[in-house]
């Protein structure tokens, strides 16, 4: 993916972390003594290196060989912290049962998992690899919120380099892959073409990207993570624990596995 080589050194000042997420997942790994971790879609690593430390074995996952090339160089010698290029899916396929105390999906990672039926298949892997009472936390953008759909614009980014731009754009629907009765109507027939632009400020050139993002609402996902294997889950609108709404812009899930 060009544009995402294009902002891999800029990606931690495009999206800094926040006090408030790290309290929210270290309390949950805290609470279960979580000493292995797979932070998924871990961009640039700057999560990952938040959430490591002494007596953890933190491995950060991502498709884009550029982001993970920054997030070792950023991470420099810290011990038990690792960075691996791979696709999410098939990376928990090949990953030994039990082998993990916590998995993270955050920054709407989970959207990009394809339909339904890559969904189950995702959660279910998810629940092999963890550990009896093993966490996964999800952040995905609250697709039940109306506003969020085809036409949405996201708010401009910038660092004194380059200005990334991002919005959902319409997708024509495949007629070869119609809806199913599980997700009809609640998840369209194709998702939403999730569009980025990335402009250089001195030059004026700009890339763009085009994606496919499913847009799964909380409840769909907290179905399909109980019949994977999730026994238990806790579903809100922020980082403080405030339920979800309508007029929330994420959701954040915690979902614990069977003991």
């Not at 609470?31 to 961009?43: K, S």
């Not at 049962?97 to 890559?118: F, K, Q």
Request: glycine fraction near 8%; aromatic fraction near 10%.
């Amino acid at each position: 993916m060009d544009l995402y080589r294009t902002i891999a050194s800029e990606y931690s000042h495009l999206f800094p972390s926040s006090p408030e997420k790290f309290r929210a997942i270290e309390t949950q790994l805290t609470a279960i003594g979580a000493r292995d971790l797979l932070d998924i879609g871990c961009a640039s690593g700057e999560f990952t290196r938040q959430i490591a430390a002494p007596g953890r074995t933190v491995t950060g996952l991502d498709l884009d060989e550029e982001m993970i090339r920054e997030a070792r160089l950023q991470s420099g010698t810290l011990r038990d912290l690792s960075f691996v290029r791979a696709e999410m899916t098939g990376f928990l396929q090949k990953s030994p049962p039990g082998s993990r105390d916590a998995l993270l999906c955050l920054g709407n990672t989970l959207a990009y998992v394809d339909g339904h039926e890559e969904l189950e298949q995702y959660l279910t892997q998810a629940a092999r690899v963890l550990r009896p009472g093993g966490y996964l936390a999800v952040q995905i953008l609250n697709y039940s919120n109306p506003a969020i759909r085809p036409g949405f614009v996201f708010p401009l980014l910038e660092t004194p380099r380059i200005s990334f731009s991002r919005r959902y754009v319409a997708l024509e629907t495949d007629p070869a892959r119609p809806p199913s009765p599980e997700t009809a109507p609640s998840v369209p027939a194709r998702g939403y073409g999730f569009e980025t632009r990335v402009t250089h400020k001195e030059t004026g050139a700009s890339l763009t990207d085009l994606h496919l993002h499913w847009p799964f609402p909380a409840p769909l996902l907290q179905e399909t993570a109980a019949r994977a294997g999730f026994s238990r889950s806790q579903v809100c609108g922020d980082y403080q624990g405030t339920p979800l709404t309508q007029q929330s812009f994420f959701a954040l899930l915690h979902l614990w596995k069977n003991r």
